[in-house]
């Protein structure tokens, strides 16, 4: 009956998806009329019907990978009765259609939200948003039960099941399609919210403040769910790097560019009231990369170590709802926006200034990602294979990224409206002088090193001390909370490129075959291989090593154990590295195969300060979280006011 | 120049609309081509499988075109190519083979099932003469012409279509 249950509040919340979408064409009509507050009304508890319906729509779908209801496909094909039941759990969104029902209940809770809390927007521009909402939510409903019912039952029930992909079975990403869902779908109300003010021809700083908040909660989001991201792959795949380029991951990347300059941008609308078209643009912008990424990953068009549901129906569903949303809010925003009137004006060295010069760049580097993703797509119409890897984007973007800090140091300590060229530089002069001290004394203590990288850590230094300016010579107490905010997350960007860089400058690399009781040595450490052994655990069997390490010659000994595992149901191998963190970088370890001769293979990584790339990431996401809090606060002070 | 811009970005998503269309309706073609193509056979030294047929050793395939045939008995579309190539090799075709992981008792069985048109047949039980080739499955059939240069690669089994096709590509590698 669970199952049931679940396919008939989907069908109910695509219903209410099309009763909403028709009060809010009424309330827009009836816009003016004692009419409109009634279906303002109405429209408001039909949005927060269709959230509530389609949230439990997911949870009864959950409820059956948590009972291991093998009489539904779903669960018989991607979950097992012995798994542990955080991964029974994550199972329900481990796989096409239940990620897709995800993405839905997201959905409508974002427009359950936007109908419960936002009070700021004219009604009519409210309900046009709402509208655009429900607009979105239909097409993902007809895709669930048309093309991807995740409620199919399977008669008769499969005796077992036959598991989740072994590399997914990890608490980090059992959690990180959800943060990165919320991320994307966080967008679509931007999204909405830009459409309403096209359709109404309302844009100005109430509109930007009432997008703030659903911006800043996406990328937030968006910020953890690719740090997060890139931990679990440099983890779990024991590859050892934390970045690759892959289409998957690039379409978690491009929306997170996209909602980044929409940041910046809303910024200048909410406060400054400019940038009304370009804020408008990045708010279509984001969503489509949303949307384009989603597609790009559940079509299989592009190969990618990801793609887990290749399926050219799907795919041709998907691309036509891609079509119809982003072709049509396009065409929207061509005919529209020149009826936006032009907001005010600043010059060109002013805070507003800096933020128009980040936007551009990030533009640039979000251009280069698309089209290096794109790329292959496009070769293969012209009859060319090829794929775009790591070396192009890294080249590509490392100058646009670079000048991008340049910009980020620069902008907050500028003033709004207007500033002069040389009270910038005067302010300039701590931060680079501190760049220009770091780049002397790391490329006199390194001698040899690329100076990429050199440069890397100088911006880097340089950034972090601007980043802390403008708390200088300020009551700190009484500083509002958003700008604490901005320090933090700036600080962020600091410390994250601080950790690129280290790695790519200083790591070194051992891969070797030892017998037991052979040593190593890799960056300062001995590492002795003292016993291969078996190990056991829930669903998996693994070979162990027991690795005994000393840093230096007079070092405390500790071991560290990487896992060859094995999985049963179904059979796939994985490699668990073992990584040892200390204050300065870590220590990374994988076991490899074994030869006859008795030798193992072993590769070691010494990773000066990687750690700090999520560290900064993680402080990106708190900054994030401290602006959003102070701007919620502050503005429910000035509607009490 | 302003309104060209406002249409900008529409006019880029229908480029990629169109693109993704086409990717998706046209799914990409994944045959691994070989990067020795136009290059001298590499080196390959493979021990004889049967016996009374010699293995296969790079410096005696010279002077004449031929055919390698990389093929194993336990693979299907082998058994569907083989007419063909005694067709072929009716036509004075002279074919070489890579018997890939196999045994000499399953390869006899194979040929006196489907008829044998090899002169050569070489013991890969490694896969490593199918490496040297770049070859990644079976059945392929690499076409040398007579200076010992791959001058072709017929990736799968070769159908009745494609036996005057390679007929006359070995007239023309003389």
Redesign the interface.
């Known amino acids: 009956m669970i199952a049931e249950a679940g396919l008939a509040a989907l069908w109910l919340a695509g219903t209410f998806a099309l009763i909403q979408l028709m009060l809010a064409w009424g309330a827009v009509r009836a816009n003016g009329t004692a009419q409109a507050d009634e279906l303002m009304t109405a429209l408001r508890r039909v949005s927060l019907l269709q959230g509530l319906l389609a949230l439990l729509s997911f949870g009864l779908l959950i409820a059956l990978f948590v009972r291991s209801d093998m009489s539904v496909v779903l669960v018989a094909t991607n979950s097992h009765s012995a798994k542990p039941l955080i991964y029974k759990i994550a199972g329900a969104w481990g796989n096409h259609e239940g990620s897709m029902l995800l993405w839905v209940a997201v959905l409508a809770t974002a427009g359950a939200g936007v109908a419960l809390f936002e009070r700021r927007l004219a009604s009519a521009t409210l309900a046009a948003t709402l509208g655009a909402q429900a607009f979105i939510a239909i097409g993902f409903y007809a895709f669930l039960v048309f093309a991807s019912n995740p409620f199919i039952r399977l008669d008769p029930p499969a005796p077992d099941g036959q598991g989740l992909n072994p590399l997914l079975q990890d608490p980090g990403l059992a959690f990180h399609p959800p943060t990165l869902y919320i991320g994307y779908v966080g967008l679509s109300v931007a999204f909405s919210f830009a459409v309403g003010a096209l359709i109404m021809r309302d844009v100005g700083p109430a509109f930007a403040k009432a997008m703030r908040p659903w911006v800043l909660t996406a990328w937030i989001f968006l910020t953890i769910g690719i740090t997060a991201g890139s931990y679990w792959a440099y983890y779990e795949l024991g590859w050892g790097g934390w970045w690759f380029w892959d289409p998957v991951e690039n379409a978690s990347l491009m929306p997170w560019l996209a909602a980044t300059a929409l940041l910046h941008s809303v910024t200048v609308l909410a406060t400054r009231d400019g940038l009304r078209a370009w804020t408008l643009?990045l708010a279509?912008?984001a969503f489509?990369m949303s949307m384009?990424g989603t597609?790009l990953v559940r079509?299989g068009?592009l190969?990618s170590v990801h793609a887990f549901a290749v399926d050219?129906t799907r795919?041709?569903f998907i691309?036509a709802l891609?079509?119809i949303y982003?072709?049509g809010a396009?065409?929207l925003?061509?005919l529209r926006?020149?009826t936006v009137t032009q907001g005010s004006t600043f010059r060109l060295v002013s805070r507003e200034g800096a933020l128009v010069l980040n936007n551009l760049l990030l533009t640039v580097i979000l251009g280069i990602v698309f089209i290096g993703t794109?790329y292959p797509?496009?070769a293969?119409?012209m009859g060319v294979?090829l794929s775009i890897g790591a070396p192009f984007f890294n080249k590509a973007t490392a100058p646009v990224a670079l000048a991008l800090v340049a910009a980020t140091a620069a902008g907050p300590l500028l003033r709004w409206r207007r500033d002069s060229m040389n009270a910038l530089l005067g302010k300039l002069l701590v931060p680079v002088g501190a760049a220009g001290v770091a780049f002397a004394l790391v490329f006199a203590l390194s001698r040899g090193t690329h100076p990429v990288p050199v440069l890397a850590i100088a911006f880097a230094v340089g950034l972090g001390v601007a980043s802390v300016l403008p708390l200088v010579r300020r009551n700190l107490r009484r500083t509002p909370m958003h700008v604490w905010g901005m320090v933090i997350a700036h600080l962020g960007v600091a410390v994250s490129l601080a950790g690129m860089a280290a790695d790519s400058a200083f790591k070194t690399e051992r891969l070797a075959a030892v017998h037991v009781g052979d040593n190593v040595t890799v960056g300062p450490f001995r590492v002795t291989l003292a016993e291969v052994r078996p190990a056991i655990g829930p669903n998996w069997s693994a070979l162990e090593a027991r690795l005994q390490v000393r840093r230096g010659e007079d070092g405390q000994v500790f071991e560290m154990m990487p896992q060859q595992r094995f999985f049963s149901a179904p059979p796939t191998n994985t490699n668990e590295a073992a990584i040892r963190t200390l204050f300065d970088g870590q220590l990374y370890t994988v076991l490899g195969e074994g030869a006859e001769d008795g030798r193992w293979q072993l590769r070691l990584w010494w990773k000066p300060w990687v750690t700090l790339i999520w560290l900064g990431g993680g402080l990106i996401a708190l900054g994030g979280l401290l602006a959003l809090i102070g701007r919620v606060r502050r503005e429910r002070r000035e509607d009490d006011a | 120049m302003k309104r060209a811009l406002i249409w900008a970005p529409l006019a880029l998503f229908a480029i990629v609309f169109g693109l993704a269309a086409a990717g998706l309706f046209k799914p990409a073609d994944r045959t691994i081509y070989s990067a020795m193509v136009g290059k001298p056979l590499p080196t390959i030294e493979l021990p004889a499988l049967l016996p009374g047929k010699p293995g296969i050793a790079t410096a005696q395939l010279k002077g004449k075109p031929r055919l390698l045939n990389v093929f194993a008995s336990w693979c299907v579309p082998c058994i569907a190519e083989a007419p063909h190539l005694l067709a072929l090799k009716a036509a004075g075709a002279e074919i070489d083979a890579i018997a890939i992981r196999d045994t000499p008792e399953a390869v006899r069985a194979f040929l006196a099932r489907n008829g044998d048109p090899y002169t050569r047949i070489g013991d890969d039980k490694a896969s490593v003469g199918q490496l040297a080739l770049g070859s990644s499955g079976v059945p392929e059939t690499f076409l040398i012409d007579s200076r010992g240069v791959i001058v072709k690669q017929h990736v799968g089994d070769i159908r009745a279509e494609h036996v005057a096709e390679l007929l006359a590509a070995l007239e023309a590698a003389k």
Do not use: K, R
Request: proline share 3%; glycine share 18%.
């Open positions: 643009m279509l912008v489509a384009i597609f079509s068009i190969v050219p795919g041709s691309l891609l079509g982003i072709g396009l065409a925003f061509g926006v020149g794109l797509l496009f293969q119409a294979q």
